[in-house]
């Protein structure tokens, strides 16, 4: 621009000088930049006494454009058309909206976040969601998703972490199958329960439950799922009893969808945690949603507390 400026008197010359090839006039060009006419030809005389030659022939019924007018009227119209994309571009993106990647389990997003989805929606406006889905264990690498939900992982080289929810479990069912039914109680009643699983070790009855596992003679029936979001819809559903996870069910508790089917809660002591990878820039957008998450999921914890009675119990280390 610099070269530029030492080379014609002023950039609003040229801009006069367009609209006056574009329109044919010079009367025209004044009106489109709010001058008067005489204010208009002072510019364009200006500018072609600069050049040393002529740009329009000037004719009674307007201005035609001298050969070397056209010259500069072609490399004008093009810089200005460049320039006119470049500003709605500029322009849209302040618009677009921002996309946001989240991995999360598939009965989280189903029964936790779906039916938050007005409200979130209210918070972030400007944002589309994308879900990149875990069907079973929270487990492995989170890739380059803006968000993710583990468990257990603090920050490290490689991570952002900040807590998220402990992990609580307690059995759950429909309301009508626990008036079916009655709860899940010791001793075990002969007749048995359908007990709901997850076809995954790590998530297993025996593990967090004790004595009801036992498939061989046990009075209950088994019915497992590859999809933990399918085994609490079936809960749901009045098909059975399953271990419920809070993160996932609070919401179906607080609505009363589903109910304890036991008065004892396990605690594990684990703790969810949301992560971040450190190879990409923290946008203030995920920080928000980040702080959205984790108010809500506060709010589930402390009013699920009269919801399941007991304060909760360490998980079992032997079946009772």
Same mark, same amino acid.
């Given at each position: 621009?610099?070269?530029?400026?030492? /080379?014609?008197?002023?950039?609003?010359?040229? /801009?006069?000088?367009?609209?006056?090839?574009?329109?044919?006039?010079?009367?025209?060009?004044?009106?489109?930049?709010?001058?008067?006419?005489?204010?208009?030809?002072?510019?364009? !005389?200006?500018?072609?006494?600069? %050049?040393?030659?002529? @740009?329009?022939?000037?004719?009674?019924?307007?201005?035609?454009?001298? +050969?070397?007018?056209? =010259?500069?009227?072609?490399? /004008?119209?093009?810089?200005?058309?460049?320039? *006119?994309?470049?500003?709605?571009?500029? !322009?849209?993106?302040? #618009?677009?909206?921002?996309?946001?990647?989240?991995?999360?389990?598939?009965?989280?997003?189903?029964?936790?976040?779906?039916?938050?989805?007005?409200?979130?929606?209210? +918070?972030?406006?400007?944002?589309?969601?994308?879900?990149? %889905?875990?069907?079973?264990?929270?487990?492995?690498?989170?890739?380059?998703?803006?968000?993710?939900?583990?468990?257990?992982?603090?920050?490290?080289?490689?991570?952002?972490?900040?807590?998220?929810?402990?992990?609580?479990?307690?059995?759950?069912?429909?309301?009508?199958? /626990? +008036?079916?039914?009655?709860?899940?109680?010791?001793?075990?009643?002969?007749?048995?329960? =359908?007990? %709901?699983? @997850?076809?995954?070790?790590?998530?297993?009855?025996?593990?967090?439950?004790?004595?009801?596992?036992?498939?061989?003679?046990?009075?209950?029936?088994?019915? !497992?799922?590859?999809?933990?979001?399918?085994?609490?819809?079936?809960?749901?559903?009045?098909?059975?009893?399953?271990?419920?996870?809070?993160?996932?069910?609070?919401? *179906?508790?607080?609505?009363?969808?589903? =109910?304890?089917?036991?008065?004892?809660?396990?605690?594990?002591?684990?703790?969810?945690?949301?992560?971040?990878?450190? #190879?990409?820039?923290?946008?203030?957008? =995920?920080?928000?949603?980040?702080?959205?998450?984790?108010?809500?999921?506060?709010?589930?914890? *402390?009013? @699920?507390? &009269?919801? %399941?009675?007991?304060?909760?119990? &360490?998980?079992?280390?032997?079946?009772?």
């Amino acid at each position: 621009m610099s070269e530029l400026a030492r /080379l014609i008197p002023s950039p609003r010359s040229l /801009l006069i000088f367009e609209a006056a090839a574009r329109s044919g006039s010079c009367s025209a060009a004044a009106r489109e930049f709010n001058l008067t006419q005489p204010s208009a030809s002072r510019n364009i !005389a200006q500018l072609e006494a600069r %050049l040393g030659v002529p @740009l329009f022939t000037r004719h009674p019924t307007g201005l035609e454009l001298t +050969a070397e007018g056209r =010259v500069l009227h072609r490399a /004008l119209a093009d810089g200005f058309d460049r320039i *006119a994309a470049a500003i709605h571009e500029i !322009a849209a993106q302040g #618009t677009r909206k921002q996309v946001v990647e989240l991995s999360l389990s598939t009965a989280f997003v189903t029964h936790w976040f779906i039916p938050r989805l007005g409200d979130f929606h209210a +918070a972030f406006p400007g944002v589309d969601v994308r879900f990149q %889905l875990i069907s079973g264990t929270l487990r492995g690498a989170i890739g380059t998703v803006d968000l993710a939900m583990r468990m257990g992982s603090e920050a490290d080289d490689e991570h952002h972490s900040w807590p998220f929810a402990p992990e609580l479990v307690v059995p759950v069912c429909s309301p009508a199958y /626990l +008036a079916r039914n009655g709860p899940l109680e010791r001793p075990m009643r002969a007749a048995g329960h =359908v007990l %709901l699983h @997850l076809s995954d070790p790590l998530l297993d009855w025996a593990l967090l439950w004790g004595g009801v596992h036992g498939r061989d003679g046990s009075p209950h029936t088994w019915i !497992a799922f590859s999809d933990y979001a399918v085994v609490i819809q079936a809960a749901m559903n009045g098909e059975g009893i399953a271990l419920g996870w809070t993160t996932t069910v609070a919401r *179906a508790l607080q609505e009363g969808k589903l =109910v304890a089917a036991s008065g004892r809660v396990v605690r594990t002591g684990k703790t969810y945690h949301l992560l971040a990878p450190r #190879t990409k820039p923290l946008r203030p957008v =995920v920080l928000a949603i980040r702080d959205w998450l984790i108010g809500e999921m506060a709010g589930d914890v *402390a009013r @699920l507390g &009269p919801l %399941l009675g007991e304060s909760g119990c &360490p998980a079992p280390s032997a079946p009772f």
